[in-house]
């Protein structure tokens, strides 16, 4: 921010509080500041102006102000894309139409001091090998090297697929078995048929239902 000092030492004198600005842009980068105007006497039109150097990267929204005592004028400024590094002229302040000019100069970009930004930085991980390179790299060989690996995972899954098959087979036989025992019993033992019915009923859903239940806990189902 810039502070102009209007009639404080005298009629129509001109004050900076900086008599330069150094404002770091990047290319294609734009900021916003305000130029504060302080007059210490009459209201007066105020004009300001900058060099044809920055006339296309310093826009200045109020350029006439009407200063009573104190007024704020925004500004923008900007390079472009394609433009330089460093933009460099002069903001005029004029007063009562002209009768007094004073200036401040201003930089706009990147200070010249500074490392050009083309540079690019390579930090030393970076010529580390990929960890996830490596372990690609180690997962990949030729198709000997991974034989034992797909035997071992094919002859694991036919296990399982066996077991769950002569388990499932073996089960059906015992509670068949059960229940026909079940309803021999009940019948030698001179129950009424009507009994036995609705017991074999009974009987019957339990088989199902326990017969359901190896079917969706077995691993060949899942």
Same mark, same amino acid.
Request: hydrophobic fraction near 40%.
């Given at each position: *921010?810039?502070?102009?000092? $209007? ?10 509080? &900086? ?10 980068? %734009? !900021?916003?500041?305000? #130029?504060?105007? #302080?007059?210490?006497? @009459? ?6 102006? =900058? @060099? ?8 200045i929204l109020e350029?006439?102000?009407? =200063?009573?005592? %104190? ?5 923008? =400024? ?14 005029? =302040? ?12 201003? #930089? +706009? ?12 930085? $390579? ?8 960890? $996830? ?6 997962? &990949?060989?030729?198709?000997?090297? !991974? ?14 697929? *066996?077991?769950?098959k002569v388990t ?5 036989? +015992? ?10 019993? #009940?019948?030698?033992?001179?129950? @009424? ?5 609705? +017991? ?17 806990? +077995?691993? $060949?189902?899942?």
């Open positions: *921010m810039q502070v102009v000092h $209007i009639n404080r030492l005298e009629l129509n004198s001109i004050e900076f509080d &900086t008599e330069s600005m150094e404002i770091p842009l990047s290319p294609g980068e %734009e !900021q916003s500041f305000e #130029i504060v105007i #302080i007059n210490y006497s @009459s209201p007066t039109h105020v004009h300001i102006s =900058v @060099s044809d150097t920055l006339k296309h990267n310093v826009l350029d006439n102000p009407y =200063v009573t005592h %104190e007024d704020y004028i925004p500004v923008v =400024v900007r390079i472009p894309f394609d433009g330089k590094k460093i933009y460099q002229g002069d903001v005029y =302040v004029t007063v009562s139409h002209g009768a007094k000019k004073s200036s401040f100069s201003m #930089i +706009l970009g990147q200070p010249l001091g500074s490392k050009d930004a083309n540079c690019v930085q $390579i930090d030393d991980s970076l010529s580390a090998p990929n960890e $996830i390179y490596v372990k690609n790299k180690r997962s &990949t060989g030729t198709w000997k090297e !991974q034989l034992p690996s797909i035997s071992a995972g094919v002859l694991k899954n036919g296990y399982e697929h *066996m077991v769950s499932l087979f073996l089960s059906g036989i +015992l509670l068949l078995l059960l229940f026909i025992l079940t309803v021999s019993s #009940i019948f030698a033992n001179g129950i @009424s048929p009507a009994l036995g019915f609705y +017991l074999s009923i009974v009987l019957s859903i339990l088989f199902t239902a326990f017969c359901v239940y190896l079917l969706l806990k +077995l691993p $060949i189902f899942k």
